[in-house]
Nanobody, 124 residues
């Protein structure tokens, strides 16, 4: 069992930055692959970024060069630094976790543990 709590969302203007944080508990954090997904109203939940237990990151093409995922195993947290935000980034952002086996998955179906989400709104 893993519990995840996101924080750091908010309302910002286009071009601004936000840092999302996800705090994990209930399982050895360093054994997990962590991911960030987002869902806008009326759209499917989509992959944003993921990081393996060893620190190898993966990104969706839409956020490459703007977002950075990192983890702090000592604090059992994963971060998503979001720079140069666009209105298209507006969504509820969810933290997710799964056992790190073979490779990072970009499919939400492969992540059994989820946080409640945090709203990110970017105004034009």
């Amino acid at each position: 069992q893993v519990q995840l709590v996101e924080s750091g969302g908010g309302l910002v203007q286009a071009g601004a930055s936000l840092r999302l944080s996800c705090a994990a508990s209930g399982r050895a954090f360093n054994s997990l692959a962590m991911g960030w997904f987002r869902q806008a109203p009326g759209k499917e939940r989509e992959f944003v970024a993921a990081i393996r237990s060893g620190g190898s990151p993966s990104y969706a093409d839409s956020v490459k060069g703007r977002f950075t995922i990192s983890r702090d195993n000592a604090k059992n947290t994963v971060l998503l630094q979001m720079n140069s935000l666009k209105s298209e980034d507006t969504a509820v952002y969810y933290c997710a976790a799964r056992a790190d086996i073979i490779a990072v998955s970009t499919s939400s179906r492969m992540y059994p543990y989820w946080g409640q989400g945090t709203q990110v709104t970017v105004s034009s």
